[in-house]
């Protein structure tokens, strides 16, 4: 039913407006006063009822766009779409954007073991604690497979560096369980900071080279800032 809606919803809303112009055409030229009341009353619930709908198929359309499915975080699509807005407002105001790029450590070695539902399951599990250690003006996304990234707007190299190190040792010390199985998993951290607007892709691969480097000790955090070219 409800994707019969969606599907003829332009159709629906150009009826019900048609409908709104009749009623309103009826009521004016025949009615007495009694029965325009009751008419401007049904309509106003009707109308009521409709924007609800409405809204909630908006929600659900901003939900299917830009949040992930398993892990109920933004996804890259939302990630993509809000740089680029932070990257607009450090053009236009001196501050700073910091980027983590967080890699959980030997995630196939779970999947390969427990099987992929129990993968799944610490990827939600793991979702959840980086959302609860992260402020609420900070962005944080699935980036795809074990790899997820946050958005730290307004904030130094210096204090992003604090940040990642504090999840770091969150993870570490926080307690996964599937199937009443204990699982105890590390990750890496990739770090850069920027104050001045650069291009999207560049800024991301400078975290993803600095999580490079984070790899290869593992539950490590790297930071990578940007290159200063010599004139």
């Known amino acids: ?11 629906i809303l150009s009826a019900f407006v048609l409908l709104l112009h009749i009623l309103g055409y009826i009521v004016t030229v025949h009615l007495t006063n009694y029965s325009i009341l009751l008419i401007w009353l049904l309509s106003g619930c009707i109308d009521t009822i409709f924007i609800l709908m409405l809204g909630k198929i908006t929600r659900s359309f901003h939900k299917s766009m830009y949040i992930d499915t398993l892990t109920q975080l933004n996804n890259r699509d939302f990630f993509y779409a809000n740089i680029s807005v932070s990257m607009e407002r450090l053009q236009k105001k001196q501050s700073y954007i910091s980027l983590l790029i967080i890699d959980l450590d030997n995630f196939k070695a ?14 939600k599990q ?30 130094t190299a210096k204090d992003a560096l ?3 190190n504090r999840i770091k ?18 990750v890496s951290i990739g770090i850069t900071s920027i104050e001045n607007k650069m291009d999207i892709n560049a800024f991301i691969d400078l975290a993803d080279k600095a ?19 010599d004139l």
């Open 162 to 164: 604090t940040i990642a």
């Open 1 to 11: 039913m409800k994707q019969l809606y969606i599907k003829f919803f332009p159709i």
């Open 126 to 155: 793991l979702s959840n604690v980086i959302k609860r250690n992260i402020k609420a003006t900070d962005i944080a996304a699935r980036w795809g497979g074990d790899e997820f990234v946050v958005t730290l707007p307004g904030v």
């Open 211 to 229: 999580l490079y480097k984070a790899k290869t000790n593992k539950n490590s955090v790297a930071f990578l800032d940007m290159p200063i070219l």
């Open 110 to 123: 779970i999947n390969d073991t427990y099987g992929h539902i129990a993968g799944d399951e610490i990827l």
């Open 169 to 186: 040792s969150i993870i570490y010390n926080h307690d996964f369980y599937y199937n009443n199985i204990l699982f105890k998993i590390t």
